[in-house]
């Protein structure tokens, strides 16, 4: 047999049945990242039937990869009995994620045989709405009455070590009403003095802790702004119900950062890997907002049929017109993606609008300017070496483009800037104002500021 | 005095020189993470005093932050004596980062008076190329001799808990040749036979890490995919020279979200706050690619003035200029953000392109269609409502504008998936491929593919 490249990915390689034991022997000595990827190149029967084949705690760890695409269609196509017993061994979240994505009849049949505990914290986890801080949280924590001591404490972190999720971060709680008071390290208590109370390890600051129904986004920047390696997920009463691990945060970050660049290439997140996705699935997360962006644009066939006749008596202005919009839209697009940022990480905030647009205003006058210098020099340069005729008035025509580009690229940065401000404030993420989004806002005004800079500047000439 | 917002933002708050001490009182008991935004809002100066008045573990632990952007402009306000007592509890990433940034006479003058030891870490960690692992990497870890018991692993990391980055991830060397063997988890560790020998708590795969002039963003994926809270950096000599921990990733990931959101809006990376960043630098960031922008749509002028016979006979047609361009240019964004996201999860390899063909060939097909319909539609209803005319060939121009949509948006998915392979076979970043690239790319293609199908459908008629 060849070795196996585990770090290959592609759907529908076919495994002959008989060397079955034989891979499961191989991929049993490798990461459960790599052991994932490889069931994820596989059909779902194939993936199974090689998981069953590899020792438990490995097949288990292995379908405890959030990277496990196929992970349902797998449970699935298990033998019942070794899918519940692999799904009882899994850490809470990810049998959440599973069951999310399961189908009928193996949902509920499944469910039936998970034993109580499984069941049970299962049913609280699918019970938060999706994109919560309780959706992503599991409930394999350790906590510990703070009345307890160091070496108490960790004694209790041996027994219990293999059935969680993580060990570094403990909960102390209040030891008769059982809220949360403080978080201590696995660290600070292997270097405390084991007599001491549990306490003692605790940092001198306020604990940090997300309420269930906040936002998934507020967990990401809560472990990456305190650099913690998990935070505790609490109820009304401050009770501890789960924690999210900095894993999956970075789960998150990269989820999250793949749908922004989608929304702002002008389309719906996918949710899918580009190559699994249906294609009317990726039809219709496209097609919805090319449509739209298309009405947009019809605005701008108004808008020139509304010009027709300054459009037939000067027909050397259509030249300039995909230039000057595309102008427009570029710098709209720039000013957007910066604000999307500042926004997402803090830097600026909502009331801050107008800060931004004192700060739009001269960079747009000044970009404006430097286009609309390049685009002067480009009409006499042709004019003067004599590529093309742009008619008598042509210096007339050159400052019309000029005086133009400066007008609507400097409208395109305060329009695109204030756009995600707009947006936000109308309750909306900012970050649906994607790049063909502001494109085409610009582009309609970006025609009427053209037509409107011409009939000034060219009355009595051309017009 | 009021309570102290330390979420709060926002530069050039003026702090009266005697309200120091309280306000440093009541910072000592916060995150430290909050203390850095905190001491960002203020003038270098002031901050410095601040941090001077704080325990100086606190103050260490403030500097420490990488959220702290004023990190370099603080140090260099400091007393020279804080100053390097305060460098020399740092970790040592952070010290080199505030170095990398820090201006001359400071740099030369602390560096001499850092001890020996820092010294000489800061130096190693200076020489490694910006991007590098190396670069990011910190030289506080824990490392034990393969030969040693769990207990004595235990105790020695009991003696050095204080001074090391991170101890739950523990690297193994061989006794003699002191080479990287393996690496230990502390909840293992904590949980294992104390007599036993220390790889008794290894997992039984190979150990990860990664070498030190290896790229940045290839620690990123190996810290996600492998969801490890450290990654060892080696040598050529496979010994462990410094770490990289789960914190630092996230950084990483926070910085390169913004620049590729920032790039996909078409401009050079900010690499500083919108609201920081000087006026000047930021024009020089957008002006660049708006320029080179502008200039390749300028062929669209090139164009359309060698359509100009084809344009005074049927002005009708400017009218759907912008609408078709922008639907090509709509399209291939769509088609771009999808590929760079795709190739920078290994979703798909270069040698994937004509795969990607195969599936934008169909989608482009079907999306134009969708598109070409709904123009149709428009000019049909507009024509028939009596909205505007025409002309007596209208049903043709509609054709003309169906047909143009189809082949438009058909190229632009094609192009617009293709290009970041084009990009990545040629040794560039995909990602520079950005909205407005593909936009501009893809306009003048439009522009001549409309032409040309005006001129198959038309001929005889309007042209």
């Known amino acids: 047999m060849n070795e196996i490249d585990v770090e290959e990915n592609v759907r529908g390689r076919v495994v002959p049945a008989d060397s079955i034991p034989q891979i499961a022997e191989r991929l049993a000595h490798e990461a459960a990242a790599d052991i994932a990827d490889y069931l994820d190149g596989l059909e779902p029967e194939e993936a199974a039937a090689i998981l069953a084949a590899l020792p438990p705690e490995r097949a288990v760890e292995a379908l405890d990869q959030s990277s496990l695409e196929a992970g349902p269609e797998i449970v699935a196509a298990l033998p019942e009995e070794t899918a519940v017993s692999l799904l009882e061994g899994m850490s809470a979240d990810r049998v959440a994620g599973i069951f999310r994505e399961l189908g009928e009849p193996e949902h509920s049949r499944l469910l039936d045989r998970l034993d109580a505990g499984t069941r049970a914290s299962l049913k609280t986890l699918l019970a938060y709405p999706e994109e919560s801080a309780g959706s992503i949280m599991t409930t394999e924590f350790v906590s510990v009455p703070g009345n307890w001591t160091i070496a108490e404490t960790l004694h209790h972190i041996r027994m219990v070590e293999r059935t969680r999720e993580t060990v570094y971060s403990v909960f102390v709680t209040d030891p008769v009403r059982h809220t949360l008071v403080h978080a201590v390290s696995l660290r600070r208590l292997v270097s405390g003095d084991p007599h001491a109370n549990v306490l003692s390890a605790a940092p001198k600051r306020r604990v940090i802790k997300i309420a ?40 998150a970050m990269v ?24 294609f009317w699935a990726m039809i219709r997360k496209r097609a919805g907002w090319l449509s739209v962006l298309l009405l947009g644009e019809m605005l701008t066939a108004s808008a020139m049929q509304g010009f027709e006749g300054e459009l037939s008596k000067a027909i050397v ?8 919009m595309s102008s427009g839209g570029n710098s709209g697009s720039q000013a957007t993606s910066l604000i999307i940022r500042a926004l997402a990480l803090h830097e600026v905030r909502l009331r801050d609008w ?27 340069a042709w004019q003067t070496l004599g ?5 008598e008035h042509w210096h007339l025509v050159a400052a019309t483009v000029g005086a133009a580009l400066v007008c609507v690229v400097t409208f395109g940065s305060l329009a695109g800037s204030l756009l995600p401000f707009v947006l936000k404030r109308g309750g909306f993420d900012p970050a649906v104002a994607s790049a063909p989004f502001v494109a085409t806002l ?11 800079v011409a009939l000034v500047i060219l009355h009595g000439t051309l017009l």
Chains 1, 2 share one sequence.
């Open 387 to 391: 590529l093309y005729d742009y008619g």
């Open 212 to 251: 269930a129904l906040a936002p998934r986004e507020e967990v990401v920047r809560l472990i990456s702004k305190y650099r913690l390696l998990a935070v505790p997920v609490v109820d009304v009463r401050n009770h501890v119900i789960g924690i999210v691990t900095v894993d999956d945060v970075i789960d």
């Open 255 to 278: 989820e999250s950062q793949t749908e922004q660049v989608q929304r702002f290439g002008g389309m719906e997140a996918l949710d899918e890997p580009y190559m699994d996705i249906g």
């Open 317 to 324: 202005l259509t030249l300039f017109i995909p230039l000057i």
């Open 354 to 380: 107008w800060r931004v647009a004192l700060r739009e205003l001269p960079s747009g006058i000044a970009l404006g300017s430097i286009l609309g210098l390049i685009g002067i020099v480009r009409i006499s």
């Open 442 to 452: 610009v582009d309609v005004s970006g025609l009427v500021i053209y037509f409107s």
